[in-house]
């Protein structure tokens, strides 16, 4: 297998985008990466979504965007796992590439939700979940991360005011980047009056509905090297799966599948959890950024939100997490997700992440989940030169 590297990366700022369709947006997002990585077209493009179906009534993505990006001809097509769907693409890309039979891939996550109203979003999010035992019952997908949430707080006595340090640090990131939709700070006594959307999620636990799309250029490692920029490295891509629905868990807080795709994503890289500079978290509700923390050996069961609250994982901290704004301040355009959290990844390791910049960030991990923690990917990123 060879060595795979990033060669370029782009994005489209994340928000209301009422004019831009998902054409436009993938479009955009590649042209970038394809300038950024100095070439014409990719041998291949893998589109990650969730939602389209749903809320564009429109399938076929690959050949969608690859046409209208002017690379018509060549191979195409869709990767779908939930809020997962852009880490699994960018998982799909990387066996190809190392493979040996495809030399240049191009990823792109693009989503477009704002177009629809609340109901019909939360009926096509609801989708992620099991539709014959959680969905048929009217569980939304706030209201079951409500449930894993409220029992995270009784089994370990932890007070909810205390998870706002998440959010408090992901706004504060936010400010900085200017394709985040919530580039504005926010303190814990604003947490702790936002209005409730399935207690005890508050506005402030939850992200936020819409649009967006970020792309990357994959290559074999002798090529990224003759490039006139940092290369980066894919050291690991690890993904795992549980049961879709919440009930059927023998342990709800345990997030088995994020466990999974690390431990095997160490492995491959050959590191431990105290070797990583930054660590991208799916932050999608605050407590997923607690059990993903502590599914990747970041924290013991219970202490994730105490050591947020201590300061550990704001960007001078001792790790680093959502860098850039996270899913609450930058935005989770779902399937387009988990390659934001890479092209985050990759801007830390380039250096070029500007006042939001991770001193000496050389090694870094990103954690896609999709679902309630049904299917987890687990990326491992290096700088080597």
């Known amino acids: 297998m060879r060595d795979v590297a990033v060669i370029g990366i782009g994005q489209t700022p994340i928000g209301e985008l009422w004019d831009l369709s998902l054409r436009e947006l993938g479009a955009n997002a590649l042209q970038q990466a394809a300038l950024d990585a100095g ?4 041998d291949a493009l893998f589109v990650a979504n969730m939602l389209a179906t749903r809320l564009s009534n429109q399938a076929h993505l690959g050949t969608l965007v690859a046409d209208y990006s002017g690379w018509r001809g060549i191979e195409a097509s869709t990767v779908e796992a939930a809020c997962a769907s852009g880490g699994m693409a960018f998982q799909v890309a990387v066996r190809s590439v190392a493979s040996g ?3 240049v891939a191009a990823v792109c996550g693009v989503e477009k939700m704002t177009d629809e109203t609340t109901a019909q979003i939360t009926s096509a999010l609801a989708t992620a979940s099991d539709a014959d035992f959680e969905g048929a019952h009217g569980a939304s997908f706030v209201a079951l991360n409500a449930l894993i949430m409220r029992r995270y707080m009784h089994e370990y ?8 340090a998440f959010s408090i640090n992901a706004h504060q990131n936010a400010v900085n980047n200017p394709n985040a939709m919530f580039r504005k700070a926010i303190s814990q ?10 207690d005890p999620i508050n506005l402030y636990d939850s992200s936020p509905i819409c649009d967006g799309a970020a792309a990357i250029i994959i290559a074999p490692m002798e090529m990224a090297r003759r490039l006139n920029k940092p290369v980066i490295r894919v050291r690991a891509s690890a993904s795992a799966t549980d ?14 599948a994020a466990a999974s795709s690390a431990r095997k994503a160490y492995a491959q890289a050959g590191v431990q959890p105290a070797d990583m500079d930054v660590f991208e978290v799916h932050d999608a509700f605050s407590i997923m950024s607690a059990l993903s923390l502590e599914a990747a050996g970041f924290a013991a069961p219970g202490t994730a939100p105490y050591r947020a609250q201590d300061g550990e994982y704001r ?11 996270g899913l609450k301040g930058r935005g989770h355009p779902v399937g387009a997700t988990g390659v ?3 092209v985050d990844l990759i801007t830390q390791l380039r250096g070029e992440a500007g006042l939001n910049q991770v001193q000496g960030a050389a090694l870094g991990m990103t954690q896609n989940i999709g679902g309630t923690g049904a299917t987890v990917v687990t990326h491992i990123l290096e700088r080597t030169a």
């Open 39 to 42: 070439i014409e077209k990719p």
């Open 101 to 103: 039979m495809i030399d």
């Open 157 to 164: 006595k932890v007070p909810h005011p205390v998870f706002g």
């Open 189 to 198: 006594a604003i947490y702790d009056r936002a209005p409730m959307i399935a």
């Open 243 to 256: 049961t879709l629905a919440l009930a059927d868990r023998t342990q709800p807080l345990a997030l088995e």
């Open 315 to 325: 960007l001078d901290g001792k790790l680093p997490i959502s860098t850039m704004g």
């Open 340 to 342: 934001y959290e890479l």
